[in-house]
């Protein structure tokens, strides 16, 4: 079995207990998946995954710089049937980035440190992110998710005569 991945199917189950713990919905900032904004106008930067280094794309520090506010920095930690959710301010990073080593595609990145409280940044020590709160997402759930999507792709994938039959088939077998 190939290592396990924080994917998109993660990220929303996280966006979703945010918003249900914050009250507020998220829209995607432009195509990124990992930066969002709520009806508020305050954005949220949601990463995540198993281990503890995470990487953010140089152009949403520009962003940040250009139109400085109150974003919300996420992290999800994955566990296996578990997703512990985090939250500090991003500013901390964005004034300390110099104290961030880059990679070849363009990240700045960063390594988590646990401690009593939630985590710490440990490239910037004194930004902490505590804890608000967990989701269960078992993998017998995320492949039941996977499930639908296909089959609904594969029902968007039939002509309305091909629909229409199907329906008709399954009429028959009640």
């Not at 966006?15 to 507020?24: K, P």
């Not at 106008?41 to 139109?67: C, K, M, N, Q």
């Not at 964005?94 to 880059?102: D, E, G, H, V």
């Amino acid at each position: 079995m190939p290592d396990p991945k924080f994917d998109e199917d993660d990220r929303k189950r996280v966006i979703a207990a945010i918003e249900n713990h914050l009250g507020v919905t998220l829209r995607p900032i432009g195509s990124r998946r990992k930066y969002l904004r709520d009806e508020n106008g305050r954005r949220y930067l949601v990463l995540g995954g198993y281990d503890h280094w995470h990487g953010i794309p140089r152009s949403i520090f520009r962003d940040e710089e250009a139109t400085p506010g109150d974003t919300l920095l996420v992290i999800a930690k994955r566990y296996r049937d578990d997703i512990d959710i985090y939250v500090g301010p991003f500013q901390p990073l964005l004034k300390n980035k110099a104290r961030l080593p880059t990679t070849v595609n363009d990240q700045y990145v960063f390594n988590l440190r646990p401690v009593t409280q939630g985590f710490l940044i440990k490239e910037v020590p004194s930004l902490v992110l505590s804890q608000i709160g967990e989701t269960k997402f078992t993998r017998d759930e995320k492949a039941g998710d996977r499930r639908f999507r296909q089959a609904v792709a594969m029902l968007d994938r039939l002509s309305p005569e091909e629909r229409a039959e199907l329906l008709r088939k399954l009429q028959e077998m009640k």
